[in-house]
């Protein structure tokens, strides 16, 4: 599995391109494999968040925000991923509007529109389940219900809202083994956010059972800290390259 950071990590930071590009040259620093890019400030050119990352040899495999957000304004995060290299166009959450059995039928004729929209440029679609959309809706669980009727969707999975729903990580990731091509490694104690591994999850077969489910990536993410981000991020990553064996 390729570790980096989810870009959504440096939200206040990422407002002009020098300040895209310098959280560009560090992340490179931390030695990410890749990145995912979600909250640069769209006041700064998709032209200009391509050109940092290339500047520092730094690799996007997706470009992530709410589903509300890229039914706004599907050419702007679909050019973002093109020209920043991503494979994946990732949404997230079911819009509270459609949380009902219909609602849901119809965020999978919605969802399946944004796939056929971007597949002849190359790029797939994944969906980012936030807690709620673990809770059932008339009976059905919104997560298994989009992956049951969408066969091709794969998952962004943030280990964060997982846990927090009360499922068993490691075997809900072995149950959805190849579906999953990304997976975010979050944590927190106390009601804070802090670097993952430094909070109050159990951590225990999580990383191997990503591995044996064939994740591809793995990101670490913190967005909101009290101290140095980028150490933050650093001793994330260093964590979870330690749990992999690194």
């Known amino acids: 599995m390729k570790t980096g950071v989810q870009v959504s990590s440096l939200k206040p930071l990422l407002t002009t391109e020098a300040q895209v590009y310098e959280a560009c040259k560090k992340m490179a620093g931390l030695g990410c494999e890749a990145v ?5 400030d769209p006041s700064v ?23 509300s957000l890229v039914k706004e304004n599907p050419d702007y995060y679909i050019r973002l991923n093109q020209l920043t290299g991503g494979e994946w166009l990732c949404v997230s959450r079911v819009p509270d509007h459609l949380k ?22 190359g790029q797939r679609l994944c969906f980012h389940p936030v807690a709620a959309d673990y809770a059932p ?21 943030d280990l964060y809202h997982l846990n927090r729903s009360g499922y068993a990580m490691p075997a809900w990731i072995a149950a959805h083994k190849g579906r999953i091509c990304m997976v975010h490694f979050k944590d927190g104690k106390d009601g804070k ?39 933050c991020l650093g001793e994330a990553l260093r964590w979870l390259n330690g749990q992999l064996g690194r």
């Open 36 to 40: 995912q890019v979600q909250w640069v």
């Open 193 to 231: 956010l802090t670097p993952a591994g430094q909070g109050g999850t159990d951590w225990d077969g999580v990383a191997q059972a990503c591995v044996d489910a064939g994740v591809e990536y793995g990101f670490v993410e913190q967005e909101t800290w009290d101290r140095d981000p980028y150490e």
């Open 45 to 67: 050119s998709v032209e200009a968040v391509a050109a940092a990352l290339r500047e520092v040899a730094l690799r996007s495999v997706s470009v992530q925000d709410f589903y």
């Open 137 to 157: 809706i008339d009976g059905v669980v919104p997560v298994e219900y989009l992956l049951e009727s969408m066969p091709d969707l794969q998952l962004c999975l």
């Open 100 to 121: 009902s059995q219909k609602g849901l039928a119809a965020y999978v004729g919605e969802l399946r529109a944004l796939q056929e929209k971007i597949a002849p440029l």
